[in-house]
């Protein structure tokens, strides 16, 4: 049976759209331990899961948690690895906000054994689900993972200046097929928009995880400057202006332009069956 907190919307077609960051669902137990619950929700991918849901009827599949990246972040190696070694992130259980602000009171931290049981019933279940869509599509020919993301374009403890608008990772060329980064590039590109490749954002834990071009698994991370779809808000980020609500006019240009990203992934996909 599936959790409440995890969505599964099963399509045919050889996509599968990881949604890792978009949820906001924080525990009574763990809220109540919190500085604020403005900050535990702050660095959430705002409106990713609507931005893409047109994908449905394109024949894609859509694995999306609910819980709080602030909770257990589903996007980071389980065993704790950094995975950009030498730079500011967050970790598997985050205790601080992209912005450097202490997510938990004095004392209030989870400790290892706590980071084990929430692993255990969130981190696991979304990827036994996500590996199981995978598995499903792989039985019929190569398939496309994308794993969708969204950051502030300006955060800079993590990044100097302004993030280009679209963001795609395949570690360093490793998780996909360079024919399928090329067509991602180009797709992003007709929007006259700035595009970058393998650089701040170069594929977290699940497009490395699951990216294995060799056996059919083609993985491919975006992370796009929410700019793109949203208002971001002037300096200081504060909850009178983060986040800005969800416009659906605003955000169409951005849908059209992700249309066409996933129609090359599933040309792509489709060409090797």
């Given at each position: 049976?599936?959790?409440?907190?995890?969505t599964?919307r099963?399509?045919t077609?050889?996509l599968?759209?990881?949604?890792?960051?978009?949820?906001?669902d924080?525990p009574?137990?763990?809220?109540?331990?919190?500085?604020?619950p403005?900050?535990?929700?702050k660095?959430a991918?705002?409106?990713v899961?609507?931005?893409?849901?047109?994908?449905v009827?394109?024949?894609?599949t859509?694995v999306?948690t609910?819980i709080?990246?602030?909770?257990i972040d589903?996007?980071?190696?389980p065993?704790g690895?950094s995975l950009y070694p030498?730079?500011?992130?967050?970790?598997?259980c985050?205790t601080?906000t992209?912005?450097?602000e202490p997510?938990y009171?004095d004392?209030?931290?989870p400790?290892?054994a706590e980071?084990?049981?929430?692993?255990a019933?969130w981190?696991d279940?979304?990827?036994?689900?996500?590996q199981?869509?995978?598995?499903r599509?792989?039985?019929?020919?190569?398939?496309?993972l994308?794993?969708?993301h969204?950051?502030?374009?300006v955060?800079?403890?993590?990044?100097?200046?302004?993030?280009?608008?679209?963001n795609?990772?395949d570690?360093?060329?490793?998780?996909?097929?360079?024919?399928l980064?090329?067509?991602?590039?180009?797709?992003?590109?007709?929007?006259g928009?700035?595009?970058?490749?393998?650089?701040?954002?170069?594929?977290?834990w699940?497009t490395r995880h699951?990216?294995?071009?060799?056996?059919?698994v083609?993985?491919i991370?975006?992370?796009?400057s929410?700019r793109?779809?949203?208002?971001?808000?002037?300096?200081?980020?504060?909850?009178?202006?983060?986040?800005?609500?969800?416009?659906?006019?605003?955000?169409?240009?951005?849908?059209?332009?992700?249309?066409?990203?996933?129609?090359?992934?599933?040309d792509?996909?489709?060409?090797?069956?």
């Amino acid at each position: 049976m599936t959790p409440d907190w995890l969505t599964i919307r099963e399509g045919t077609a050889p996509l599968v759209i990881g949604l890792p960051h978009t949820g906001t669902d924080v525990p009574p137990a763990i809220e109540a331990r919190l500085t604020s619950p403005w900050l535990a929700r702050k660095d959430a991918d705002w409106w990713v899961h609507r931005l893409y849901d047109f994908a449905v009827d394109m024949g894609a599949t859509l694995v999306r948690t609910g819980i709080s990246r602030s909770v257990i972040d589903v996007n980071r190696d389980p065993l704790g690895v950094s995975l950009y070694p030498g730079m500011t992130t967050t970790g598997l259980c985050p205790t601080e906000t992209f912005d450097g602000e202490p997510l938990y009171r004095d004392g209030q931290a989870p400790g290892d054994a706590e980071i084990a049981e929430r692993r255990a019933t969130w981190f696991d279940p979304y990827h036994v689900a996500l590996q199981a869509q995978v598995d499903r599509l792989r039985g019929q020919g190569p398939v496309v993972l994308y794993d969708a993301h969204s950051i502030r374009s300006v955060v800079p403890r993590l990044f100097d200046g302004e993030l280009p608008q679209f963001n795609i990772g395949d570690n360093g060329g490793t998780t996909c097929a360079p024919e399928l980064t090329q067509a991602v590039e180009a797709a992003c590109a007709v929007s006259g928009q700035s595009v970058i490749v393998n650089g701040r954002f170069k594929g977290g834990w699940t497009t490395r995880h699951y990216g294995r071009p060799e056996a059919g698994v083609h993985a491919i991370q975006m992370e796009l400057s929410d700019r793109g779809y949203m208002i971001d808000p002037a300096a200081p980020v504060t909850p009178d202006n983060w986040p800005s609500p969800y416009d659906p006019q605003y955000a169409e240009p951005m849908r059209g332009h992700l249309r066409r990203v996933l129609t090359a992934c599933l040309d792509f996909a489709e060409s090797r069956r």
